[in-house]
């Protein structure tokens, strides 16, 4: 069992930066891919960036790809998303999750955290 808890969202103006923290429990931790995805409102939840468990190999939605930037620290349980250059389209809740495969991490996710919202002004 994985439980996960993100941080860091809030009001940032556009071309801003923002960096979230997703903070793991659990002894296997490091033993699963990670990654991030977002739900703005009226929308289907998205993804946004993924991690191998070892951190040696990532993957962006082109929509974040040279701005977002996922790194993670075993050693403390967290995984992280750099957030760069942002627009008010990046708006949405941002979702931490954790997954046994990272080859197909989009569709194969086995734990979520509760979100934080990140809000782009114009």
């Known amino acids: 069992q994985v439980q996960l808890v993100e941080s860091g969202g809030g009001l940032v103006q556009a071309g801003g930066a923002l960096r979230l923290s997703c903070a793991g429990s659990?002894?296997?931790?490091?033993?699963?891919?990670m990654g991030w995805f977002r739900q703005a409102p009226g929308k289907e939840r998205e993804f946004v960036a993924a991690?191998?468990?070892?951190?040696?190999?990532?993957s962006y939605a082109d929509s974040v790809k040279a701005r977002f930037a996922i790194s993670r620290d075993n050693a403390k349980n967290t995984v992280f998303l750099q957030m760069n250059s942002l627009k008010p389209e990046d708006t949405a809740v941002y979702y931490c999750?954790?997954?046994?495969?990272?080859?197909?991490?989009?569709?194969?996710?086995?734990?979520w955290g509760k979100g934080t919202l990140v809000t782009v002004s114009s």
């Open positions: 659990g002894r296997t931790f490091s033993t699963y891919a």
């Open positions: 999750a954790a997954g046994s495969s990272y080859r197909v991490f989009r569709s194969t996710v086995d734990y």
């Open positions: 991690i191998s468990w070892s951190g040696s190999s990532t």
